[in-house]
């Protein structure tokens, strides 16, 4: 039994709850509702596609011989018609479209604008494609960690929200980790929008963090719709066992450029370690010679010094 008595009423609203005396019932209303994945686990795949088997061509050859064949066997076929009808298969070979691209994978967390954003998943009573399982009796999960896809498509067109569930796990095998149920969105770009994002973001010194800012067409309850602010947390639903639309609206990252060193100053290399300065030794003037002139003069005072000093000795020697 599904709680709270959700209620599939038509694709855009679930009944929720019992009748009030007023007559009137409470509703989740699909409408587009904002919503931001932050990535830092991430990576980008390339692809280059060749050949598929998908091509039908209309080939009247092999349309009569195949008549012919299931009247009157193969030994009545002309050896024409045996070789058209064992080589109609390789006319289904055709070339892959696209033929080549690249793949977004990786892990995101919900945020809102302001408040915290979850979404909740549960199943809802008389849903026409719902497949009853022991395992998703009374089914609801809430998730914040979302598993995302950008892959590469001819046009872009909207993708979907979805939960990988134990069914999806049981039917075929994939990455996802564990046996907890996850979260998934799947968003399409055209295929040089994403090589763009691809070799900007391989040419950052630093893998920078994803921002992808989305809508999903997904449920709201009317009360918390009506009454609350954008900085109280907000609750999105899916149904359970459906996709929901939704759309990729832009992905921005920081830029990390680069920058040219800038002198360094010695203020601001005071602790650097330099090696001793090597100065040269002081330079010794060569001896000038001095003027003729200024050596005579200089001989006859030194005559007139001793016989001043020859007088003052006899001077005393008389007394």
Known sequence: MVRDNRTWVHPN???RGEQYESGRYLHFFRHWHSFT??????RFTRWIASHNTNAKNDDPAFDAAAKKLSEQGWEALTKEEQETFAQNQIKDI???TPQDGVVLEGWGRLEGSLGEVRIT???????????SRDFDDDYEKSFRKVRVTIASADKEHPGSLWIWGQSMREFRGDDMPGDEDVLCAQFYMLPEKLKALAQEVAAQPVKPTLTLHAQGLTFQDEVEASLSEPWHPHEYVLIYDHHHQAILNSIRFDMQ???????STPEEDEDEIRPPEVRSPPTVPAAVPFP?????????????LWIL???????AVIR
């Open 94 to 96: 055709g070339a892959q």
């Open 37 to 42: 994945l932050k990535m830092d686990d991430y």
């Open 309 to 315: 000093a020859a007088a003052i000795v006899l001077a």
């Open 292 to 304: 003729m002139d200024v050596s005579k003069h200089l001989k006859g005072i030194k005559i007139a």
């Open 257 to 263: 450029l680069g920058m040219a060193p800038v002198p």
């Open 13 to 15: 609203a679930i009944r």
């Open 121 to 131: 998943a549960f199943a809802v009573d008389n849903d026409p494609n719902w497949r």
